[in-house]
């Protein structure tokens, strides 16, 4: 088996809410709580969820873009969250991020060349000469023109500002990339684009993803193994298919039926959930899905489920599984 | 079944620094009663801009409705005068957008906001509209009514916000709902909740939805005839189950093709190359010609007209054309 | 909304191709703004007239002429003369280089001043944040025009030379000035933190002099650029007050604001307005084109247009 690329063990984060005018602390918002993730390379974990479910805060984490409250997040064998400021930035070329937004994601005043570019001068990896031949080989290879490299941001599409951000991230030859919702913002004809190009790219370079999308149908397509979160902990973690054809969790069975197929009259069974997401905040006691689980017990309400092995690598964290 | 609204010929244009923009370019359909129309297409094809000039939104940004009429139950929209359009829009002719949280004044209770329209438009007083508001409330699908009533838009969450819009577009009874991407910023289970909740209230009281869209799966849930457009222009509408098993248009197809679908996966996913066109720069061609498979010299100088071809579906593509000449 | 995503690829389409110049576009909208380049013309010409018109004066040598005392208006002094018998047009122009000066003086101290410490509040935070930002507010408790009078005060209590008065003037005007530059600085500061490409800079491991200077500063620019502009009427006007009080520059050194002084003396104010006229008029004009300029300046260059 090969070297473990990023192993989180039982990270958390909690934002503390603070009141009046000496900031008391007078609650958290456990927003990722008890988080366990490992990757091995090459392959693309999906973290999927809603809003609220603290999806963005683990990739966040991760790269130690804020940091974490417990937990340890190690990318091969090394803590990023124990390193010395400037170890983790001469690291920070291995970890990329991508981002959802594509228009905020890019400074308006830096050139697209400058803006791929220039992460490679600051960490020495590329000399001055030679940076432009590196940005017009990257931007070829995320499907942008040659002559793109000296225009601004907002002379580009949504699309095109993805791709320019793929670039950037691409360029530092990193060995994680963690996506976060890259292609929500995107229109469906651009979306499936971007999809394949993370797929090229991934057979091309041997890249390691951790895809986060609220969007089932992609992250389907997309990733071998994928992970469900609700209110800051995950629920249900799989292989794709076992993930998608034997669901365990209710709260997948939900989010599954409530994904709208695009054929017409199509009959299957639904599992409405009643209600809204309770706040992060005050989150329900016992198992954190019960105020909304169709199937919900006493048990639930009073304890909390061990998430356990049900079988084959197939995780799950509830009391009638 | 009879027509509610009738719109012919539909030009919306937008004037610009840089120039004219056709954002809406000569659109027809009619919506009958009881019937959901689903327009369908990516940012900038104008579908929400056909939505924004019914409900006569489209004047103050530089924007201007050129030509066309909207019809509808056998009046001009266009030619209202200002006053007979207010008291229409709410009453008869309701909308919903995207972010509720934009369309709710902030410092005004739910309650009162839910009140409004039906003070002004029903004649109610004050106890009665409350009652009313009450009522509605609890008919969207929210618990409390009460107490929802006395709180302030930013104390609920997005879907409870995007309810409360439901509440206040229904309360008068209205013969149309124009609904802009109305679940887009919402999550999926609570999207499922809204779905559910407005077919239900269209087979309560019958009245016709205007559904606007980019996702072809809710199109696949809710709609029953479906409009795609494509740069200002509809390249294809139908019969929800007719265009979908059988879509005609490459801009259709590729769309349709290019989603993933749950439990349908593929090794890779088709994706229609390049991108929408610039709005600037569109000379008399298909719009869609230089992303399109098919393309043929014709496709590159002239435009297709909408034709019919047969099963209540009507494309405009020269393809179509050619199969018609030949046969 | 609906409206603003059908145009984005209008915007998109708004630059030529090939290599583009943010500097150049924005040139290019501020030229087509025919408000800002009107208010331009007239700062411009402004300018010129007082630091070029001098020259062509005969009567720069300001002295006193008895028999030419306030004399009206006409052919050989054409805005007239004072109680001294200096010609009032030579004066306005010798006012003006002083008043303009002494704007574009104080606002580069309190543009740099105000721009340095908003800086360093808003990316080092902590500390220095809570220092720097309780003594910009401390200042700004005080209302500025009586905090300028009590200085002024000072001035003539101190028997300051009149010749170093005008330097203290400037120095007084950037003291009231800063703060409120800085605050403005360090929420736009605080602000682009947040932004999504300040953390892409985070991850890319960016060296902390690459997010200063590459990322954080060019994006402030703009906005002190405007601010500046609208700081020059705001500093000449004032200087105007205190002058007119009698506690900014002191005569002989003529400013537009001692020249109002004039206006002062019932007689003078209604039966020689060519006195005080002629200051109170370039007083108004420059200020008023300025700001008119400054306004234009910021549509151009707000980044809220361009995203």
Known sequence: MPETLLEVNHLKKYFPITKGLLNRTVGQVKAVDDISIRLQPGETFGLVGESGSGKSTVGRTILRLTEKTAGEVKFKGVDIHTLPPEELRGLRPKMQLIFQDPYSSLNPRVRVGDA?????????????????????????????????????????????????????????????????????????????????????????????????????????????????????????????????????????????????????????????????????????????????????????????????????????????? | MNNLMRIDGLSTHFFTEDGEVKAVDDVSFRVREGETVCIVGESGCGKSVTAMSIMGLVESPGGKVTSGSIEFQGEDLLQLDKHTLRSMRGHELAMIFQEPMSSLNPVIKIGEQIMEPLRVHLKLNKKEARAKAIELISQVGISRPEQIADSYPHELSGGMLQRIMIAIAISCGPKLLIADEPTTALDVTIQAQILDMLRQFKADSGMSILLITHDLGVVAEMADYVIVMYSGKIVEEGEVVELFSNPKHPYTRGLLKSKPVINQRQEELYSIPGQVPNPLELAPSCYFHDRCEHCMPVCRSKQPVLQDVGNGQKVSCWLYEEALIHA | MAVNSSLAPVRRAGAASGRSSLFRQSVRRLLHNKLAM????????????????????????????????????????????????????????????????????????????????????????????????????????????????????????????????????????????WPGMARMVRGQMLSLREREFMQAAVVLGLRDRRKLFNHLLPNIIPLLIVMATLNIGGAILSESVLSFFGLGVMPPTPTWGNMIDAANNMIDFQQRPWLWIPPGLSIFATVIAINIFGDGLRDVLDPKQKR
């Not at chain 3, 300018?47 to 050989?76: E, Q, R």
């Not at chain 3, 408790?141 to 009590?150: D, E, Q, R, V």
């Open chain 1, 116 to 321: 791929i570019g220039e992460a490679l001068l600051d960490h020495g990896l590329c000399s001055r000469s030679d940076v432009r031949d590196l940005v017009l080989e990257t931007l070829e290879s995320c499907g942008l023109s040659s002559y793109h490299i000296d225009r601004f941001p907002h002379e580009f599409s949504g699309g095109q500002r993805q791709r320019i951000g793929i670039a950037r991230a691409l360029i530092l030859n990193p060995e994680l990339i963690i996506a976060d919702e890259p292609v929500s913002a995107l229109d469906v004809s651009i979306q499936a684009q971007i999809i394949n190009l993370f797929s090229k790219l991934q057979q091309s370079r041997g890249l390691t993803y951790l895809f986060i999308s609220h969007d089932l149908s992609v992250v389907e397509h997309l990733c071998t193994t994928i992970g469900v979160m609700y209110l800051g902990s995950m629920v249900e973690t799989a292989s794709r298919d076992e993930l998608f054809r034997h669901p365990l969790h209710p709260y997948t069975k939900a989010l599954l039926s409530a994904v709208p197929i695009p054929i017409p009259k199509l009959k299957r069974e639904r599992i409405v959930l009643k209600g809204d997401i309770p706040s992060p905040a005050n989150p329900p006691s016992g198992c954190k899905f019960h105020t909304r689980c169709p199937f919900a017990e006493e048990v639930c309400r009073s304890q909390v489920p061990v998430f356990r092995d049900a079988g084959g690598g197939h995780f799950v964290a509830c009391h009638l599984v």
């Open chain 3, 38 to 177: 009107s208010g331009f013309v007239v700062v411009l010409f402004m300018f010129a007239l007082c630091f070029v018109g001098p020259l062509f004066s005969p009567y720069t040598d300001n002295k006193i002429n008895m028999a030419m005392m306030n004399k009206a208006p006409g052919l050989k002094h054409w805005l007239g003369t004072d109680a001294l018998g200096r010609d009032i047009l030579t004066r306005v122009m010798q006012a003006g280089r002083i008043s303009l000066t002494v704007g574009l003086a104080s606002m580069v101290l309190s543009v740099f001043i105000g721009a340095l410490l908003g800086a360093v509040a808003g990316y080092y935070r902590g500390v220095a944040d809570q220092i720097i930002m309780r003594v910009a507010d401390l200042l700004l408790t005080i209302p500025g025009l009586p905090l300028l009078f009590i200085f002024g005060a000072l001035l003539s209590e101190w028997k300051i030379p009149t010749d170093y008065r005008m330097y203290i003037v400037m120095l007084m005007l950037s003291i009231v000035n």
